[in-house]
Nanobody, 111 residues
Framework: QVQLVESGGGLVQPGGSLRLSCAAS????????MAWYRQAPGKQRELVAS???????TYVDSVKGRFIISRDNTKKAVYLQMNSLKPEDTAVYYC?????WGQGTQVTVSS
């Protein structure tokens, strides 16, 4: 049974930065494409960024140039560095991989 545990969310002022982490544990056989999604109140969950086992990345247009996704295969972890945060980035952020979802971590951008 694979489990994903996120950390790093919180309250930050506009223009600030946060770094989200997601650690995978359990019966894991080989690497998986990992991704971060987010869901704001009243909106559908959207893909924010993804990274393949080989390090190829994709981003939704709204975060390009501000967010960076990375991974450490030895630690079975994926990270999301979020810079120049905006109020519209406020959402619950979810880690996805190995066909599993994390529990989500709240990110609030507000002055």
């Amino acid at each position: 049974q694979v489990q994903l545990v996120e950390s790093g969310g919180g309250l930050v002022q506009p223009g600030g930065s946060l770094r989200l982490s997601c650690a995978a544990s359990g019966s894991i056989f080989g690497p998986s494409t990992m991704a971060w999604y987010r869901q704001a109140p009243g909106k559908q969950r959207e893909l924010v960024a993804s990274i393949t086992s080989g390090g190829l990345t994709t981003y939704v247009d709204s975060v390009k140039g501000r967010f960076i996704i990375s991974r450490d295969n030895t630690k079975k972890a994926v990270y999301l560095q979020m810079n120049s945060l905006k109020p519209e980035d406020t959402a619950v952020y979810y880690c996805n991989g190995y066909n599993k979802w994390g529990q989500g971590t709240q990110v609030t951008v507000s002055s």
